[in-house]
Every structure is written in structure tokens, then in C-alpha cells.
T-cell receptor
Framework: DAKTTQPNSMESNEEEPVHLPCNHS???????IHWYRQLPSQGPEYVIH???SNVNNRMASLAIAEDRKSSTLILHRATLRDAAVYYC???????????FGEGTQLTVNP | NAGVMQNPRHLVRRRGQEARLRCSPM?????VYWYRQLPEEGLKFMVY????????ESGMPKERFSAEFPKEGPSILRIQQVVRGDSAAYFC??????????????FGDGTRLSIL
């Protein structure tokens, strides 16, 4: 499975935008970029995914570099409920499993 | 529209007993995945099942662990003769279509297994 690299932790203030980076320099042409988050004592929650183009949904935006070797998850206005571990995962076109790394622990300050 | 339901949420067993963890996928989903999260570690894939078939069990320990997803009823993860090292959170996920990179998986809130 292709590997991703994320910072261990990040901090943000409430109501401000948050940019969570992810490096995936060994990504293959058919790997999808997925983001999940895990709040304390809960299961992972799907956030967003993309292949080549930037994506937006009600939760977040995903910006994908032109060479696809990195991506950024954007939370437009952080709330206290966004405090979680965020995982950037590459999933093969024909893959079934998700390979979770360490993720980024996001702290949101009031 | 109910999400993935796992029960029990908490399960306590003594060493040597059996543990049965249940997972009901989201309505319309026929693909189920099990993951394990050991204390202070990340989630690890265990097994992927479709109705009545095990598709990928490469993440399952070779002994004591088994999984099934019958035609009717929930998926079951069974751990026989539990040991202290089995203490973990076990998460189930489901998807409507399997083995596709563009398919998100939807997770339940897990079963926390504690072995005394």
C-alpha cells in the first residue's frame, strides 16, 4: 500500500480555517486520496475523497496538487467538534482495505 | 437511515472465554470490513466479507479468530479462547460496493473488548 506522511499534530482556533497537509510521493496513477477523521471514543468518519481534481462537500474541501504527490484537507471554519485525528489514506482502484497511518491530531482552541 | 450498528458497545470477557462481536451494515450495503485498534495504536484491517463469502482475510490472526457474514443477519467476528492481548476496539465498516477505490467505507462506533 502506498504510504502517506502527515504531521503528528496541529492546532487551530475556533472559527478559523484549517489546512491539514498530506504527502504521498509514491502515489500511483489509480490511487484515490481519502480523508477520514476519528473523534474520541467513536469510529472513523468519512470526510472526503478525490482522484485528480479538487473536491468540495458539506464537510470540507480537498485540494490535490497537480502532480498528486500531496494534498490538503481544508476545514473552512473550525469548530470545537472538529477536534479529532485526521487520516489521509490512499486507496487503490481495486482495493478493499483502508490502511490507516498515525494521522494528525487536530486541536481546536476556543 | 440507520448507520452501521455494532453490538455490544462494551464487552468484558475472562481469559479463555469466547467473544462474539456483531455488526449490522447500513441498509443496502452488502460489503463488510472489520478493523482492530489496539491501545495507543492505529486501526488495522482484519477481514473483508460479502454475503456468505470471505473475500480477504489477510489481516486476521491465523488462530482463534473467525468471521462470517451470513445471508441473513449481522456479520459476526468471533474470538475463541481470548487472551489479554485481544483487548482492543473492534470496528466494523460497510459499503454498497466493494473493492473500489472511489467507495468510502462507513464505520460503526465499535465494540470495546476488555479481557480480565
Amino acid at each position: 500500500d502506498a504510504k502517506t506522511t502527515q504531521p503528528n499534530s496541529m492546532e487551530s482556533n475556533e472559527e478559523e480555517p484549517v489546512h491539514l497537509p498530506c504527502n504521498h510521493s509514491t502515489i500511483s496513477g489509480t490511487d484515490y486520496i481519502h480523508w477520514y477523521r476519528q473523534l474520541p471514543s467513536q469510529g472513523p468518519e468519512y470526510v472526503i475523497h478525490g482522484l485528480t481534481s479538487n473536491v468540495n462537500n458539506r464537510m470540507a474541501s480537498l485540494a490535490i496538487a497537480e502532480d498528486r504527490k500531496s494534498s490538503t484537507l481544508i476545514l473552512h471554519r473550525a469548530t470545537l467538534r472538529d477536534a479529532a485525528v485526521y487520516y489521509c489514506i490512499l486507496q487503490e482502484t481495486s482495493g478493499s482495505r483502508l490502511t490507516f497511518g498515525e494521522g494528525t491530531q487536530l486541536t481546536v482552541n476556543p | 437511515n440507520a448507520g452501521v450498528m455494532q453490538n455490544p458497545r462494551h464487552l468484558v470477557r475472562r481469559r479463555g472465554q469466547e467473544a462474539r462481536l456483531r455488526c449490522s451494515p447500513m441498509k443496502g450495503h452488502s460489503h463488510v470490513y472489520w478493523y482492530r485498534q489496539l491501545p495507543e495504536e492505529g486501526l488495522k484491517f482484519m477481514v473483508y466479507l460479502q454475503k456468505e463469502n470471505i473475500i480477504d482475510e489477510s489481516g486476521m490472526p491465523k488462530e482463534r479468530f473467525s468471521a462470517e457474514f451470513p445471508k441473513e443477519g449481522p456479520s459476526i467476528l468471533r474470538i475463541q479462547q481470548v487472551v489479554r492481548g485481544d483487548s482492543a476496539a473492534y470496528f466494523c465498516a460497510s459499503s454498497p460496493v466493494g473493492a473500489r477505490g472511489d467507495q468510502p467505507q462507513h464505520f460503526g462506533d465499535g465494540t470495546r473488548l476488555s479481557i480480565l
